[in-house]
C-alpha cells in the first residue's frame, strides 16, 4: 500500500507560547509603567540570562519584599540602583534597561521596520534564547518569531511612523492573531489509496470520491466513519 503523510497547520496563539510570550513580556518591561508580575515572570523565564538561578532568586525576593504592584521607569531604576551593588541581577537587569531604553529613545516615532530591529537589538542584548542550547519545539518558535517580526515590518505599507508604546501593542496584536505548531514526527493526518492497512488503526477515516457507481465494499472488522465531500 501507498501512502502520504502530513501535517496540517494549527496550533495556539504565539502570544499564548512560552518563547514568544516571554519575549513580549521583556519588552514590556520597556514600557512607562511596568508591572512587578511581568518584572518577576522576566526573571524567572530561562529565555533570559541576567544571572544564575540564586541571583535572579535573591533579586526576585527582595522585588516582593517592597511591595510594589506597579514601577514608573524612574522608581524602578532607582531600586535597582540601590541594591545593584550586592545584588549582581539587579545590577545587570538594570544595565540592559538602561541600554533597551537608550534604542527606544533613538528610534523615536519609527516605521515597522526600524522598530522591527529595534525589538530584534533590545531582545538579543538580553542575551534572548542564547544562554542555553534550544529543544526542538522551541528552536522552530524561535525561528517563528524572527518570520513575525518580518511580518511585522512587511506593515510599512499600510501603517505610519508610530510612538514605541503604539509599535508595541501593534506587535502584541499580530502575536495573539497568528497561530503556531511546531513539527513533530507524528503526522495529523494519512492519506492512502487502500481501504485497509496491516499496521495502523486509525480514529476515524473520510472517503472522498464516492458516488452511487463507485462505492467500497463492506469493511472488514473495522469501525469506518464515513464523511461525503463534494
Known sequence: WQATAFALEGGEPL???GLIADALMALA???PQIQTTQLLHVLRSP???????SECAALQLTIGNLGNARWSATTLHEALTQHAEHLPAAAKLQQWLQSARSRLQQTQ????TSWAQCFHDCLNAAGFAA???????DAQRLLRWSALLDEFAALDAVVAPMPAPQALRLLQRLASEAQHQAA???AAITFSTQLHDPVAHYDGMWVLGLTEH????A????????????
Open 29 to 31: 518591561l520597556l514600557a
Open 214 to 217: 463507485r462505492w467500497p465494499p
Open 47 to 53: 529565555y533570559y540570562h541576567f544571572g544564575d538561578s
Open 15 to 17: 502570544s499564548h507560547q
Open 219 to 230: 469493511p472488514r472488522n473495522r469501525h469506518w466513519q464515513c464523511v461525503w465531500r463534494d
Open 131 to 137: 544562554s542555553s542550547p534550544l529543544d526542538s519545539r
Open 109 to 112: 516615532r519609527g516605521t515597522a
Open 184 to 186: 513533530t514526527a507524528d
